[in-house]
């Protein structure tokens, strides 16, 4: 089993800044890829970023390449996805997962319980 939980959600105004974090535990994660995920009501859940732990190779979705970073830290145990410019848009419920390196949901096994970021104009 892996652990994940999220944390750093929040309210901020479209053109701010903010960072969640994702703490991983549990069976040799380091073998697995972690991704961003989020779900705006009455939406589908979208992919917004991925990172392979062995490599850091990253692959993000086209709506936020260049405004967000995700970023591992081996000593922490964390993933992180710094985000940039936030726009209304990016109003979701936002999801660790650990899986394969895809941008498919269902290429991740485990999940996070989710934290909320709204952008408000």
């Known amino acids: 089993q892996v652990q994940l939980v999220e944390s750093g959600g929040g309210l901020v105004q479209a053109g701010d800044s903010l960072r969640l974090s994702c703490a991983v535990s549990g069976r040799p994660f380091s073998r697995y890829a972690m991704g961003w995920f989020r779900q705006a009501p009455g939406k589908e859940r979208e992919f917004v970023a991925t990172i392979r732990w062995s490599d850091g190779n990253t692959y993000y979705a086209d709506s936020v390449r260049d405004r967000f970073t995700i970023s591992r830290d081996s000593a922490k145990d964390t993933v992180d996805l710094q985000m940039n410019s936030l726009k209304r848009e990016d109003t979701a419920v936002y999801f660790c997962?650990?899986?394969?390196?895809?941008?498919?949901?269902?290429?991740?096994?485990?999940w996070g319980q989710g934290t909320q970021v709204t952008v408000s104009s």
């Open positions: 997962a650990a899986g394969y390196y895809d941008k498919n949901p269902s290429a991740y096994g485990y």
